[in-house]
């Protein structure tokens, strides 16, 4: 193997921006972005995919997408999804982070 080679920590590290902003401001916080974040993290161990190795779930500050949110990415790959519902936040889990394939009606 190529010794500048190195293989990542996580095979998926998702980012949910949980920006809060002032006085009502439009903000990816007000639409359920830390529920969603927690969720997401709750049921990532709850399916053993948590840790080394596996997945990672974050919260992350503004992520200059605010009219376009709530939102997450995902990398290695930088796929960003909009979501509505911990729906949405499950079929992600289950398509992209699962099973490899990118869940296209959510992403922009």
């Known amino acids: 193997m190529d010794k500048n ?8 590290h998702v980012f949910f921006c949980c920006n809060q ?3 009502g401001e439009h903000c990816c916080n007000n639409l359920g972005a830390t529920e969603a974040q927690t969720y997401a993290k709750d049921r990532i161990a709850q399916l053993k995919l948590n840790g080394q190795g596996h ?13 376009q949110g ?13 979501y509505r519902d911990m ?6 889990i289950q398509q992209h982070l699962i099973e490899g394939r990118l869940v296209e009606r959510l992403k922009i």
């Open 21 to 23: 902003r002032k006085d």
């Open 5 to 12: 080679f190195e293989m990542s920590h996580y095979t998926h």
């Open 87 to 92: 729906e949405d936040i499950e079929e992600i």
């Open 70 to 82: 709530p939102v997450i990415v995902v990398y290695p790959e930088g796929t960003w999804y909009q």
């Open 55 to 67: 997945v990672r779930i974050n919260k992350a500050g503004c992520m200059g997408r605010c009219d």
